[in-house]
T-cell receptor, first 112, second 116 residues
Framework: DAKTTQPPSMDCAEGRAANLPCNHS???????VYWYRQIHSQGPQYIIH???NNETNEMASLIITEDRKSSTLILPHATLRDTAVYYC?????????????FGGGTRLMVKP | GAVVSQHPSWVICKSGTSVKIECRSL??????MFWYRQFPKQSLMLMAT?????????EQGVEKDKFLINHASLTLSTLTVTSAHPEDSSFYIC????????????FGPGTRLTVL
């Protein structure tokens, strides 16, 4: 699976949008971009995934560049409960045995 | 989303004893389950992958005789840490997937193991 690069940490003001970038310049055509987050002492939580098109759900929006070499996770109105480590992962989705490989992630701190 | 549970959520044991951690998929059948380990301030590291009814595949550096994995049914996998030592103290997280296709991988809440 392609490697991802994320900033180690970011701060965001409560109520503002949090934009978390991820570089995946070696992504291949059949790899999806997944985002998970891990709140302290909990298991990772699925947020969103996408292939080419931008995606939106009740938690976040995922913006993927046209060349697919980078993406941005957007939390439109960050709250204190969004403080967590956010992981960007690329993976071929059609192989059920293909596990998720976690990098360092971005530690997002939402401040009042 | 689908729910994965782990039991116990935390455990403290003496050095030399064995500890079993259960992972259950509550509302779906998990053909594949994964076990991760996470040390403080570090990312998750995959330990092993198990498919229902077959032997687990361990990552390099993970001792299969020390970390026994059983995936006896489509909803249950167990990880047994045998002859635990203080260096095995960690946060153990299981994850489950169902079938094939574009789908999410669901994670349990984790088990905090402390070996005295």
């Amino acid at each position: 699976d392609a490697k991802t690069t994320q900033p180690p940490s970011m701060d965001c003001a409560e109520g503002r949008a949090a934009n978390l970038p991820c570089n995946h310049s070696t992504i291949s055509g059949n790899e999806y971009v997944y985002w998970y987050r891990q709140i302290h002492s909990q298991g990772p939580q699925y947020i969103i995934h996408g292939l080419k098109n931008n995606e939106t759900n009740e938690m976040a929006s995922l913006i993927i560049t046209e060349d697919r070499k980078s993406s941005t996770l957007i939390l439109p109105h960050a709250t204190l409960r969004d403080t967590a480590v956010y992981y960007c992962i690329v993976r071929v989705a059609t192989n059920a045995g293909n596990m998720l490989t976690f990098g360092g992630g971005t530690r997002l701190m939402v401040k009042p | 989303g689908a729910v994965v549970s782990q039991h116990p959520s935390w455990v403290i044991c003496k050095s030399g004893t064995s500890v079993k951690i259960e992972c259950r998929s509550l509302d779906f059948q998990a053909t594949t389950m994964f076990w991760y380990r996470q040390f403080p301030k570090q990312s998750l590291m995959l330990m092993a992958t198990s498919n229902e009814g077959s032997k687990a595949t361990y990552e390099q550096g993970v001792e299969k005789d020390k970390f026994l994995i059983n995936h006896a049914s489509l909803t249950l996998s167990t990880l047994t840490v045998t002859s635990a030592h203080p260096e095995d103290s960690s946060f153990y997280i299981c994850s489950a997937r169902s079938g094939t296709g574009v789908n999410e991988q669901f994670f349990g809440p984790g088990t905090r193991l402390t070996v005295l």
